[in-house]
T-cell receptor
Framework: DVKVTQSSRYLVKRTGEKVFLECVQDMDHENMFWYRQDPGLGLRLIYF???????EKGDIPEGYSVSREKKERFSLILESASTNQTSMYLC?????????FGPGTRLTVL | AQSVSQHNHHVILSEAASLELGCNYSYGGTVNLFWYVQYPGQHLQLLLK??????LVKGIKGFEAEFIKSKFSFNLRKPSVQWSDTAEYFC???????????FGTGTRLQVFP
């Protein structure tokens, strides 16, 4: 079974803090994705990566950056957290079309 | 630009009722289609997918979906829902040459005993 793990299920941070969300997959997938999930808005793509050290902006990249130093690990960085970044963050990996999701990190920014 | 529309935002049913959730997409090329489900407190998981072949696709837990190319639709169905089907359902599409998914806004299904 494909396993996608995320470093935290719940996280509380203060406005202005730098926040790191980590995601690791164990199936040697080339493609990895970060989404945020908000009620009524579905999943919106923040960033994705098709290869190590490669990244592409998704639909809502503002206020975020990513890092992919190793194939299995894809990190989402909030450079200076703001209250409007309070959300559920989902990581996924994929190969040949189907995406597999991690459990999500519910981030609250106070 | 690609987009996915889910017409039902919140559906409430009694157990044993039939279910149909609508999904329409806009994209001119060849696509892959997916339905994902998120049970309360759980991660998003694949319910079923269509890549090619028979347009009637069967998934887990008795769900099925039919791809109608002329209508750009991929509606999800289940003949008799159970309380355990209470969840949020997401339709998604990607172009054949990419793994990047476009999601609909989701449909929240509540099933009462």
């Amino acid at each position: 079974d494909v396993k996608v793990t995320q470093s935290s299920r719940y996280l509380v941070k203060r406005t202005g803090e730098k926040v790191f969300l980590e995601c690791v997959q164990d199936m040697d997938h080339e493609n990895m994705f970060w989404y945020r999930q908000d009620p009524g808005l579905g999943l919106r793509l923040i960033y994705f990566s098709y290869d190590v050290k490669m990244k592409e902006k998704g639909d809502i990249p503002e206020g975020y950056s990513v890092s992919r130093e190793k194939k299995e690990r894809f990190s989402l960085i909030l450079e200076s957290a703001s209250t409007n970044q309070t959300s559920m963050y989902l990581c996924a990996s994929s190969q040949r079309g189907e995406q597999f999701f991690g459990p999500g990190t519910r981030l609250t920014v106070l | 630009a690609q987009s996915v529309s889910q017409h039902n935002h919140h559906v409430i049913l009694s157990e044993a009722a039939s279910l149909e959730l609508g999904c329409n997409y806009s994209y001119g090329g060849t696509v892959n289609l997916f339905w994902y489900v998120q049970y309360p407190g759980q991660h998003l998981q694949l319910l079923l997918k269509y890549f090619s072949g028979d347009p009637l696709v069967k998934g887990i837990k008795g769900f099925e979906a039919e791809f109608i190319k002329s209508k750009f639709s991929f509606n999800l169905r289940k003949p008799s829902v159970q309380w355990s089907d209470t969840a949020e359902y997401f339709c998604a599409v990607n172009a054949r040459d990419t793994d990047k998914l476009i999601f609909g806004t989701g449909t929240r299904l509540q099933v009462f005993p």
